[in-house]
């Protein structure tokens, strides 16, 4: 088999929670050895949150952490000690990227910054990403995706007309921003690799995020018209919306179900056994206008229907239809088992665990999660001792001193 694509390829990781694990963990699975740095005394968000396994909280427990940092090397430092500055500073020379997602105050205070790294190594990749950027007047206010999915403009479009606002799950725009940030670090890889120059990546969360809201942007540019939250509806498919069919046990079913046109609204009739209906609903613009009408109407049709039954005899008419999937309907989906989507890996404290699988299958160089999350600091002797020549007394001593913690 050919090597993974980015194999040779080396990052130190001063990243943490999402946007910036997510990131390497796409050049890890690539074949990239990757280092991640992190600290005992303020670990990870992610390593304290849950799903654990077997529901009880660990340190090294958490899923969540885990499907972020698979292929990866975890490695304890005290940066607020200069001892351990100084031993996070004899990896540059081995790196070839370097990737953060601290406020931009962090890597300066501690003179890492791009400019204090590129000395040591003047053809370094180095990305920083955190919520807006390295400059501008908010560039230093801390916080999470969600904040920043609060500020695009995320949560004010979610949710239904009236209603509260239903936003997406999570800190939404950490898991956005890692898609742009591993395509722009492969375009500086091969930059360097054609001039031999390296360079500095600023990438905020903020304008990435907003390339998803697009539409919504441009329509105000174009009109002045300020969309609102539209909960399911559409302005080109109706009925387009998730409708209650008949639960299994205590377990609620839904279907969504999307029609455009006419040929379309006319199979989901007869799918439906022609039930009578408004004549309001006879043309496309007729049930545009009368979408609340319209989903009344479909609800009380579909209620008492088998979802997966229902989907397949919709899908033969012609109408994009499919059961609203719970996680555990997801973990026997015959398509993703089919892809081969889950990977159990040995977790050195979790043990056979599964993990979600690769997001893109290069034919040549398919990649491969190599080897599950680490537990914190797992690999912090065997680094020191190959990467930096340190024998196990001095690591001991550095122990001692609160230098690797």
């Known amino acids: 088999m050919a090597p993974n694509a980015l194999e040779g390829i080396h990052v130190l990781d001063f990243t943490w929670v999402a946007v910036g694990p997510i990131t390497t963990k796409y050049l890890a699975d690539q074949g990239a050895d990757v280092v991640r740095i992190e600290s005992g005394t303020h670990a990870d968000v992610l390593r304290i949150a849950p799903p654990w396994r077997d529901g009880k909280f660990g340190i090294n427990k958490?899923?969540?952490?885990?499907?972020?940092?698979?292929?990866?090397?975890?490695?304890?430092?005290?940066?607020?000690?200069?001892?351990?500055?100084?031993?996070?500073?004899?990896?540059?020379?081995?790196?070839?990227?370097?990737?953060?997602?601290?406020?931009?105050?962090?890597?300066?205070?501690?003179?890492?910054?791009?400019?204090?790294?590129?000395?040591?190594?003047?053809?370094?990749?180095?990305?920083?990403?955190?919520?807006?950027?390295?400059?501008?007047?908010?560039?230093?206010?801390p916080g999470f995706g969600m904040l920043m999915a609060a500020q695009s403009g995320f949560y004010y479009l979610s949710g239904y007309p009236g209603g509260d606002p239903a936003p997406p799950y999570g800190a939404y725009t950490d898991f956005i921003t890692p898609r742009f940030a591993a395509?722009?670090?492969?375009?500086?890889?091969?930059?360097?690799?054609?001039?031999?120059?390296?360079?500095?990546?600023?990438?905020?969360?903020?304008?990435?995020?907003?390339?998803?809201?697009?539409?919504?942007?441009?329509?105000?540019?174009?009109?002045?018209?300020?969309?609102?939250?539209?909960?399911?509806?559409?302005?080109?498919?109706?009925?387009?919306?998730?409708?209650?069919?008949?639960?299994?046990?205590d377990a609620e079913r839904w279907i969504s179900i999307a029609a455009a046109g006419d040929e379309q609204w006319q199979g989901l009739l007869r799918v439906l056994g022609n039930p009578p209906c408004d004549e309001r609903f006879a043309t496309m613009l007729g049930r545009l206008e009368n979408q609340a009408v319209l989903d009344e109407f479909i609800s009380a049709q579909v209620r008492n229907a088998e979802a997966w039954d229902l989907t397949a005899r919709l899908q033969e008419a012609g109408v994009a239809a499919y059961p609203v999937q719970s996680c555990l309907d997801l973990?026997?989906?015959?398509?993703?088992?089919?892809?081969?989507?889950?990977?159990?890996?040995?977790?050195?404290?979790?043990?056979?665990?599964?993990?979600?699988?690769?997001?893109?299958?290069?034919?040549?160089?398919?990649?491969?999660?190599?080897?599950?999350?680490?537990?914190?600091?797992?690999?912090?002797?065997?680094?020191?001792?190959?990467?930096?020549?340190l024998d196990a007394a001095e690591i001991a001593k550095l122990r001692e001193e609160g230098v690797l913690m």
Request: glycine content about 8%; charged content about 20%.
């Open 62 to 141: 958490s899923q969540f952490f885990a499907d972020y940092n698979t292929s990866k090397k975890s490695v304890t430092l005290n940066l607020g000690n200069p001892k351990g500055r100084e031993l996070a500073m004899r990896f540059v020379p081995w790196a070839d990227v370097v990737v953060e997602n601290f406020t931009p105050k962090v890597m300066r205070e501690w003179a890492m910054d791009y400019e204090h790294l590129r000395r040591v190594k003047p053809d370094l990749i180095m990305l920083s990403s955190c919520l807006q950027g390295q400059t501008g007047p908010q560039a230093t206010m």
């Open 183 to 249: 395509a722009v670090l492969l375009a500086a890889l091969d930059y360097r690799r054609r001039t031999g120059q390296g360079q500095y990546i600023d990438i905020a969360q903020y304008e990435a995020s907003l390339q998803f809201l697009a539409p919504a942007l441009i329509d105000y540019f174009a009109s002045g018209r300020i969309q609102q939250p539209q909960g399911n509806r559409s302005e080109r498919y109706a009925p387009h919306g998730a409708y209650r069919c008949r639960d299994e046990g």
């Open 331 to 389: 973990h026997h989906d015959e398509n993703l088992e089919s892809f081969g989507f889950w990977n159990w890996l040995d977790h050195k404290e979790m043990g056979p665990t599964p993990y979600m699988g690769m997001q893109h299958r290069l034919s040549a160089t398919p990649g491969e999660m190599r080897w599950a999350a680490p537990t914190l600091g797992q690999h912090t002797d065997e680094v020191l001792q190959t990467m930096l020549g």
